[in-house]
Every structure is written in structure tokens, then in C-alpha cells.
């Protein structure tokens, strides 16, 4: 007859060490944590007030010192300001280089696959085979060939009937290890491994998705850039022709004040005026919009939008000449490209990721046939008879070395994924090729946009210097009162067409230079083949157009 108080002290003891082993923190949650309270009543917040809505933008909206600190202030604004903003304090740039973080924890997550983990359980049974159990064991999963080892303790005492003779152990306790070894599936890769390999892939993949991004921002900011110096220069173009006319006003009034002219000649030149008042309004309307669109990109130390100044425009945006594109370099930027760009880089992990699914599901298609060994030592007073009576014999140290062999029949679970990893690679091979294909073509492209906007480009600055040259002449002409004002002035229309003209095909030019460098994969301002060097050469000296001038009486 057992001694119940000895056998209850027993579990005490035993129940302390298990809650030692299987607790690795203590809770933090304070008494009582889990007792519910009475609900309280909801109360019905108060109507939030309307939103504040933000004043609208002055004409010139002066952005922050912070931005360009000291003498830079006055300076005109480059293209690699506004690439720096990009690199340092574009929100969606910031957002998508959140993927390395996220990669990260999901590599960690799969590293958790291997980490040790605790089992413990406990059981008191009563009746005519009154005895207790506790059993703890730490399991250790490994990446090395499927191997993995465990460790416990376990303590049967009381009485046990002769069919579960094995749950007695000694007074105190049996201590055991051992490992199993999979021979044939999971010996090469398994879930776990699988799994860990899939995440760091992943993790590398985040390099090309944050590189896709930053060439993409950076050529919207660059375009964005031009967009915003060709609105600057139309804007140059509008001033002018208002200029023009008030100054001849005033010649005029004063020759109409002498009796020289008439009143329909000062009148007519009011009615120019009027509109190129309006044209240079809706310039500037342009200019202020491209300077919004720009600040999106443009941003101060804290990350805040900043709205250029006009006075941060190129003087000469629009008498630059940039480099004549080498279309025979083009066989060079092709490879460049499909070198450089991040999708293939995805692609080619995205394979490798494929690859590793379908090497788990060959291994499903072998059956499971893992050996252990196990070792066992019984520690205090020796075992009892089943009977519960009996002298006590020695401690004891037993072996035990083993095979289990499972195996599906049909294997179809195994062959649908094998069939499906194999459909999947096939997909993307299918995919990767067109992917090379597009960017060739886009390449193509690209390097098409620029000779053709850089032969409009030469054509257009032709028509100007043919414009300004026509305009001379009739200004030579108005003079002698050979001609009119009315065709004056459309001699001086003509000559700001083509000068607005010239000024909407460069900035057409530079954005495609921005897309030219998107495309070929580079960033920034770097170069490729077919256009070596990006930055526009220095402006020559550019004819201004003609003062207005005085009628010969």
C-alpha cells in the first residue's frame, strides 16, 4: 500500500521542475487579468469639427531655407537636388525599402522553425492502480540532413498494471536522449528547410523591388524637373512678347499725342497687350502647376513638400544643347539592359524559389523511412514489481535503436505538387522571355524617342533662327513704314511660337533622357551607350529678340 503524503510531496517536487522547464517567462499579466468586468454604457462621441482645408498657394511660393542652406538659395536648381530629395525623403521610396524589414521577419519567422521546443504532461490516476505520471522533453529540429535530437525526464510511480509495466521508472525518475535520422524522405529537404530557403530568397529579392522603385521615382522626378524648366522658359517666352508690346505702347501713345499716328494704331497695340496678358497668365498657371507636381519629389530636411521658386529656374533652359544620341551604340544598351535590369534579377530568384518547391515535392514522392536510437538511465531507488511489491534492485541504463516506415500508396498528393511546381517553372521560363523581349523593345524605344526628338530639336531651332531673322526684317520694314503693325506683330507671334516651340522639344528631350536612363536600368544621371554623357552642354550666345521700335514719321 502506497504512502499517499510521500507521493503527493513527490509531485510537488516534480510539478516545481516542470514548471520550471516549460515556462520560460513569467506571465505579465497582473491578477485578476482574466475576470471580466461590467460593461460601461458607450457614449456617443461629439461631431468632430470640419477639417481645417489649406490656403492655396501664392503665385511664387518660396520654399524652405533648410532645403538649400547659405548661397545656394539663389543658385538655379539642378537635377541631382531634386534625385538627392528622392533618395532621402520620398515617402514611397521610404515605403517600398520597408520590404528589406519585411523579408527580414518573415526569414526569422522560418529560422523559428528550429527553434527547441518544450512538452510536458502530467497524469494522476486513481483506482485500483493508483500512480502518477510526469514527463518532460525538449525536441531540437535541425537543417542538417532532416536530423533531430530530443532530451527528457519522466517519472512513473505507483502502482501500474502489467501491460503498462514500462511507465514505471525509479524514485527518481528516468533520464533519456536520442535522435532520429530520415533515410529516405526528408533526408535532402523537408518543410522546414524548405520553407527557410523560400524566405531567404525572398529576402534577396527585395534588392530588385527597391531597385525597380528607384529607377521609376527617379525618372518621375526627373521628368517632373524638366516639365517644371520648360513651363519656367514658356513662362521667359510670354514675358517677353508682353514686354514688347507695353514698350511700343508707350512710343506709340507719345506719337499719338504728336499727332504722328492715329488712334487705331495705339488701340490695336492695347488689344495685343490684353492678350498676351492672358497667354502669359496661362503660363504662369502652367509654371505654378509643374512647380507642385515637382515638390512631391522635392522635400526639405523633414521630408516636407517644398514648391520651387521661379527664381531657382535656368536662365538658358531653353538655348542648352544636349548630346546627339549614337543610335549605332544601340546593340550595347540592349545588353546593358538586360543586364542591369532588377526584373531579371527577380526572375532569376524567382526560379530558384520554384526550384526549391519542386525539390519538396520529388522528396514527398519517397516514402518516410526514419531509424532512431535512444538511451535511457533510471535514476534513484530501483523499480518495483508491477505487483507494487518486491525488493529494489540497481539503477539502470537501457538502449533502444529502431526503424518507422510510412508510405502512401497512390503518391497523389506528391504527384500534384510535383506536377504543379514543374507547371510553374514552365510559367515563368514562358514569362522570363517575354519579360527580355519587352525590355528590348522598350530600349528600342527609348533610343528611337531620342534621335527623333533630338531631329525635332535641330528643326525647331532652325524655324527660330528663320523666325527671329523674319522678324528683323519686318522690324526693319515697320520702321520705314513699309508695313503694318498688325503684321508686325505676326512676325513677333511667329518668333515666340518657334521659341516656345524649341523650348516644349528640348524639355520633351530631357524627359526622354530620363526614360532612356530608366529604361537601360541606370540611376541618377549615370549614362549608357547610345548617349554617353546627359548633362546639356553650355548654352551659346543667343540672339535676343529685337527692341520695339518707332515709326519714321
Not at 39 to 46: D, H, N, S, T, Y
Not at 276 to 285: N, Q, S, T
Not at 408 to 437: C, H, K, M, V
Request: hydrophobic share 40%; with cysteine; net charge neutral.
Amino acid at each position: 500500500m502506497m504512502v499517499w503524503p510521500r507521493t503527493a510531496w513527490r509531485f510537488a517536487c516534480g510539478g516545481v521542475a516542470l514548471a520550471g522547464i516549460a515556462c520560460a517567462t513569467k506571465s505579465p499579466l497582473p491578477p485578476g487579468a482574466f475576470v471580466r468586468g461590467p460593461l460601461e454604457v458607450p457614449q456617443v462621441p461629439a461631431p468632430a469639427p470640419p477639417p481645417h482645408l489649406p490656403e492655396p498657394p501664392a503665385a511664387e511660393p518660396k520654399p524652405a531655407a533648410a532645403l538649400r542652406p547659405g548661397s545656394a538659395q539663389d543658385a538655379p536648381l539642378a537635377l541631382r537636388e531634386v534625385l538627392s530629395s528622392v533618395e532621402a525623403a520620398f515617402p514611397l521610396l521610404y515605403a517600398i525599402e520597408q520590404e528589406r524589414q519585411i523579408t527580414a521577419g518573415q526569414r526569422l519567422s522560418a529560422e523559428g522553425q528550429f527553434d527547441p521546443v518544450v512538452r510536458s504532461r502530467g497524469v494522476d490516476q486513481t483506482g485500483s492502480f493508483a500512480n502518477g505520471v510526469l514527463d518532460a522533453v525538449v525536441e531540437q529540429a535541425t537543417p542538417f540532413g532532416g536530423v533531430s535530437a530530443f532530451a527528457g525526464w519522466r517519472l512513473g510511480i505507483g502502482n501500474f498494471p502489467v501491460y503498462y509495466g514500462e511507465r514505471k521508472t525509479g524514485e527518481g525518475g528516468e533520464y533519456r536522449t536520442g535522435f532520429v535520422v530520415p533515410l529516405l524522405q526528408n533526408r535532402d529537404i523537408d518543410i522546414r528547410r524548405a520553407r527557410l530557403l523560400a524566405a531567404q530568397i525572398t529576402e534577396k529579392a527585395a534588392d530588385p523591388i527597391i531597385r525597380r522603385a528607384r529607377l521609376d521615382y527617379f525618372r518621375a522626378a526627373a521628368q517632373s524637373y524638366w516639365v517644371w524648366q520648360a513651363a519656367g522658359a514658356q513662362y521667359r517666352v510670354t514675358q517677353d512678347l508682353v514686354r514688347l508690346a507695353r514698350e511700343r505702347q508707350a512710343l506709340l501713345d507719345e506719337r499719338r499725342k504728336q499727332g504722328l499716328v492715329g488712334e487705331s494704331v495705339p488701340v490695336l497695340n492695347q488689344r495685343l497687350i490684353a492678350g498676351r496678358e492672358e497667354a502669359r497668365l496661362g503660363a504662369e498657371r502652367q509654371l505654378q502647376q509643374a512647380a507642385v507636381r515637382l515638390s512631391l519629389y522635392l522635400r526639405d530636411s523633414a521630408g516636407n513638400p517644398v514648391v520651387p521658386s521661379s527664381d531657382w529656374l535656368l536662365p538658358t533652359f531653353g538655348d542648352a544643347t544636349p548630346q546627339r544620341p549614337d543610335v549605332e551604340q544601340l546593340e550595347a544598351d540592349v545588353a546593358a539592359a538586360l543586364a542591369q535590369r532588377p526584373e531579371l534579377v527577380r526572375f532569376q530568384l524567382e526560379k530558384e524559389r520554384r526550384a526549391v518547391e519542386l525539390k519538396l515535392a520529388t522528396n514527398q514522392l519517397a516514402p518516410v523511412l526514419n531509424a532512431y536510437a535512444q538511451v535511457a538511465q533510471d535514476t534513484g531507488l530501483g523499480k518495483k514489481t508491477f505487483t507494487g511489491s518486491g525488493s529494489f534492485a540497481f539503477d539502470r541504463t537501457t538502449s533502444e535503436v529502431g526503424a518507422t516506415f510510412e508510405m502512401p500508396l497512390p503518391f497523389r498528393n506528391a504527384r500534384g505538387l510535383s506536377l504543379t511546381a514543374r507547371a510553374q517553372i514552365a510559367q515563368l521560363l514562358a514569362q522570363e522571355r517575354y519579360t527580355r523581349d519587352e525590355i528590348t523593345s522598350q530600349v528600342q524605344d527609348a533610343v528611337s524617342e531620342l534621335v527623333q526628338t533630338y531631329r525635332r530639336l535641330e528643326k525647331a531651332r532652325e524655324e527660330l533662327r528663320l523666325a527671329v531673322r523674319v522678324l528683323e526684317l519686318d522690324t526693319e520694314s515697320f520702321r520705314a513704314r513699309q508695313t503694318s503693325l498688325v503684321d508686325l506683330n505676326l512676325q513677333e507671334i511667329a518668333a515666340a511660337e518657334a521659341r516656345s516651340k524649341v523650348v516644349n522639344v528640348l524639355g520633351a528631350y530631357q524627359a526622354a533622357v530620363a526614360n532612356y536612363l530608366a529604361v537601360i536600368g541606370s540611376e541618377g544621371s549615370v549614362s549608357g551607350a547610345v548617349l554617353p554623357r546627359t548633362e546639356p552642354e553650355a548654352p551659346p550666345p543667343v540672339k535676343p529678340m529685337p527692341p520695339p521700335v518707332e515709326p519714321k514719321p
